[in-house]
């Protein structure tokens, strides 16, 4: 007997959603949450001139932060992996750090035109839904989660606190259309925890974007 089931025993009982398919026009996606930090069409732009299913979006809410050191391995991950990237970059927990001091050395000059990086809030809604777009990295919020969901995107699943973590097993064992990334610590709030190594970033990464598994968990 599945959760549905067993609430209709308890009460009358009516299914909504996922509420995000009701947002179809470009102007409704891009208007979905915070205003855009970059130009919706500069961005458009830039994954229109990708081939299908060859971007992965790497964004982990509003709320997660990373630290100096999590930047750098995940900026490293991405890199190796040698897929095009969209990264939503929030801030660093370390406060009095900048760009220069956790990005690798050259690194935005080596990624130019494979990797696009966003400061602060993007047309999630808006990516998700192109074709050019091929996975996402997500923290496994439930927005995020339907989101992806709902654009038929595998999943590298990061969960951080909450129910982010019962959101994972959903993608990852019930779905089955997320690849776990390896996070077990669950935290009490949005605060820094231990670093998730880049070899292990960049197998999740390759294993939804390329070969045998990455066909059958997009089919």
Not at 121 to 132: C, F, G, K, M, S
Not at 134 to 144: D, K, Q, Y
Not at 161 to 169: D, G, K, T
Request: net charge positive; hydrophobic share 40%.
């Amino acid at each position: 007997m599945d959760h549905l089931d067993h609430f209709r025993i308890l009460r009358r009982t009516w299914q909504l959603g996922p509420v995000s398919l009701c947002n179809r026009s470009i102007e409704d996606k891009v208007q979905r949450g915070k205003k855009s930090s970059i130009d919706e069409y500069d961005c458009m732009k830039w994954l229109d001139s990708k081939e299908p299913n060859s971007v992965i979006y790497v964004c982990f809410g509003s709320i997660a932060i990373f630290s100096a050191a999590q930047l750098h391995e995940t900026a490293l991950a991405l890199e190796a992996s040698g897929q095009q990237f969209i990264w939503v970059v929030r801030g660093c927990t370390d406060r009095e750090s900048n760009d220069h001091e956790w990005f690798p050395k050259d690194f935005e000059t080596r990624i130019e035109g494979k990797g696009l990086i966003i400061r602060g809030w993007a047309p999630q809604v808006l990516i998700l839904d192109r074709r050019l777009t091929g996975g996402f990295v997500t923290h496994c919020g439930w927005n995020s989660t339907m989101g992806g969901i709902s654009a038929g995107l595998p999943m590298v699943t990061w969960p951080f606190f909450a129910e982010q973590f019962f959101n994972e097993i959903f993608a990852t064992q019930i779905l089955k259309t997320g690849v776990a990334v390896g996070a077990k610590q669950r935290r009490e709030a949005a605060s820094v925890s231990p670093v998730v190594k880049r070899e292990a970033i960049e197998k999740a990464v390759r294993q939804i974007m390329v070969g045998e598994k990455a066909k059958e968990i997009r089919n």
